[in-house]
């Protein structure tokens, strides 16, 4: 069949008619450009069609975009000379998904005058207050789809911005359409079609009332909250109205993105893989400067030494801002790339920082600091006592531990091929473990008591690098390195999974506690000497590995990242209470907030299937564990009671 395209001013023909509508028949997506600058984009059947027509007697910036974002959007001009056409197409859609589904609504959008927009004072001070976010849903009676609407004006209420609650009300007998333009449909037309027909006309303060001009956040702010709103109320219609039996609003969403979300993926993941973030904090001279602290008699604050910038901050900065994600129409992915551009910006200016005064402040943007509940639960669990020293436990060498690991990777290769992930010693990491690349970097004198190896790997393996190769498999690369904000889901995650293999030992959960405890102090303006001596005498860690913990807290020039740990081990504890289940959160490498967004993206189909399941979610005893976690009273405090009457290990 031939595809037909309209030119700038030719109009709607029949043929071009019974092209979409053989396409919708087939379940085909409809991509066509309509004459003045309009647009029609259907991805495949569904019960509704979400239309904007720029009214040509007056401005209205920033309007069309909130159709942008839904699965079945036309956009089109309203005057007079180029709109002929318009109002069969519509109806010949309508009765084309009508007759397969058995109902279809026509949902219009427009913004009220800006005139209307007031900006009320507030009555003590008589200050001027940002305005209210106000929307009016107008339907005929005959027209009315009574629980849809009910569902949107709910919805709508919920929308927040300026931190006030959004107006909704439902107008009854009212023109369903823009002033100043006809009806698409008649009235006799769409009851002979089974087609609902209502209107939403938002009030604009997403712009400025005296010179039109957009404000982006508010707009950004305002689409995502509709954009969800309109996906209930599609939901509620095709429920209620029509034969279709979506599994979630989500559901109802694009599938077929436009080709601009891949390319800004893909020029993001390019830039995040031009740095390796932890590899470059890593000091090259970590064991050198523990003897010098030594020698000091632990008062000299050690100066490390990083590897050097393989890469221009400012050339990467450059190219980064080149990336056009404020064009992204989806606002549910134009919200994940605009925060990862964001992030991605502050760590390359902390790598420009590096041993400065300012690397503080801009890890405190990324990673943040350490908030009282966090301060709390870490010092509950720094009185617990530290385990007694009794018999030295077998310990394993770093080739030996690396032995193990690639076994590991071995076995996951055995449910993906492309699962090529190497554990290596390296000689320039003196000990201690980093997955970065797709790999494990194990350092060349670590050592680890043979009863730990399984959560280490459990924790390395079964959670950063499955993470990544999921990540790796996905449209989305950013899964893959990592979305804004991973870092607390991740290490929350990977904390958990040392649990599940009975491999959470007391001394563990006290050292991610003296790491909040370190990065409280740092923030408060310690040197590193005195919260060296506070984890030694307060907290009774081992000189070394007070040492240790302090070097991660301190490099850099001040690293809050390790407060993530125990922050993600109680987030993800309280998902699990909630209800959640541990599977989303493998797909790739990303934060507690993107858990709907993925689940968004699942249901959409933009995401494929997780290929890899980690072992620990295979586990029956891991299982069992799980199970007791999903206790209502359980708490992290809990997992060190258990720590503490297993003798170091939780069974």
């Not at 030694?536 to 590995?545: N, P, R, V």
């Not at 790739?588 to 993206?601: R, S, Y």
Request: aromatic content about 8%; proline content about 6%; overall charge neutral.
């Amino acid at each position: 069949m031939v595809t037909h395209q309209l030119t700038e001013h030719e109009q709607i023909s029949r043929e071009f008619v019974d092209d979409v509508c053989a396409r919708l028949v087939d379940d085909k997506p409809v991509k066509r450009k309509l004459p003045g600058g309009g647009r029609l984009n259907i991805d495949r059947a569904l019960p509704f069609l979400c239309i904007y027509r720029r009214d040509p007697q007056r401005a209205d910036a920033g309007t069309e975009l909130f159709v942008h974002a839904e699965a079945a959007f036309l956009t089109a001009p309203g005057d007079a000379p180029v709109r002929q056409g318009l109002a069969p197409l519509v109806h010949r859609i309508a009765e084309t998904v009508s007759r397969k589904w058995g109902g279809f609504l026509i949902l219009e959008i427009w913004s009220g005058e800006d005139s209307e927009v007031t900006l009320p004072a507030h009555k003590p001070t008589g200050e001027f207050q940002l305005p209210t976010p106000a929307f009016r849903i107008l339907t005929r009676v005959s027209h009315r789809p009574e629980g849809t609407c009910a569902t949107l004006a709910y919805d709508l209420q919920r929308i927040k911005v300026h931190h006030r609650k959004a107006a909704s009300a439902v107008v009854l007998d009212a023109e369903n359409h823009p002033l100043n333009m006809m009806p698409l449909i008649s009235l006799a037309e769409a009851e002979e079609i089974n087609c609902s027909v209502v209107g939403l006309e938002i009030a604009p303060i997403y712009r400025d009332r005296e010179t039109g001009e957009v404000y982006p956040d508010v707009l950004r702010k305002l689409c995502r909250g509709v954009g969800r709103s309109l996906k209930k109320a599609f939901y509620a219609f095709a429920r209620n109205r029509t034969n279709l039996r979506p599994q979630h609003y989500f559901a109802l969403g694009r599938k077929s993105l436009p080709k601009l979300v891949w390319e800004v993926d893909r020029q993001l993941t390019e830039v995040s893989g031009k740095f390796k973030f932890l590899l470059q904090l890593t000091p090259v001279n970590a064991e050198r400067s523990w003897h010098e602290f030594q020698q000091s008699d632990f008062r000299s604050t050690p100066q490390f030494e990083y590897r050097p910038l393989d890469n221009d901050p400012l050339l990467l900065k450059r190219w980064l801002l080149q990336i056009p994600t404020e064009q992204v129409e989806d606002p549910t992915l134009s919200h994940l790339l605009r925060q990862t551009q964001d992030e991605l910006d502050r760590q390359i200016t902390m790598l420009a920082d590096i041993g400065t005064p300012r690397f503080l402040p801009g890890s405190l943007q990324v990673f943040g600091g350490v908030e009282p509940e966090l301060l709390t639960l870490a010092q509950e669990i720094l009185q617990f006592p530290s385990d007694p020293v009794g018999e030295k436990k077998e310990q394993l060498t770093a080739g030996e531990f690396a032995e193990l690991a690639n076994k590991e990777i071995r076995d996951y290769q055995s449910q993906l091929p492309s699962f090529t992930a190497q554990a290596i010693v390296r000689e320039d990491i003196y000990s201690g473990l980093l997955c970065t690349g797709g790999n494990l970097l194990i350092g060349r004198e670590l050592s680890i008591s043979r009863e730990r190896a399984q959560a280490l790997l459990q924790h390395e393996i079964g959670t950063h690098l499955v993470t990544y190769y999921n990540g790796a498999q996905q449209p989305l690369g950013l899964l893959r390195v990592g979305l804004a904000g991973y870092d607390g889901l991740q290490e929350g995650l990977a904390v958990l999974s040392e649990y599940l293999v009975g491999g959470l030992s007391l001394s563990r959960l006290r050292l991610l506690a003296a790491r909040v405890a370190a990065v409280h102090d740092l923030v408060a303006g310690a040197k590193f000497p005195e919260t060296y001596h506070r984890l030694t005498k307060e907290f009774s860690l081992e000189a070394k590995q007070a040492y240790t913990v302090a070097l991660r807290v301190y490099r850099g020039g001040g690293l809050t990242k390790d407060a993530v740990y125990l922050r993600g081990l109680y987030a993800v504890l309280r998902y699990v209470q909630g209800g959640g289940q541990l599977e989303p959160l493998v797909v790739g490498k990303i934060a507690v907030e993107h858990i709907p967004i993925i689940k968004d993206l699942q249901y959409r189909e933009v995401l494929k299937p997780v290929p890899i399941v980690p072992r620990y979610l295979l586990d029956a005893a891991a299982i069992k564990r799980l199970e007791f976690l999903r206790q209502k009273n359980v708490s992290v405090l809990d997992l060190v009671s258990q720590s503490t009457l297993t003798n170091g290990v939780v069974g």
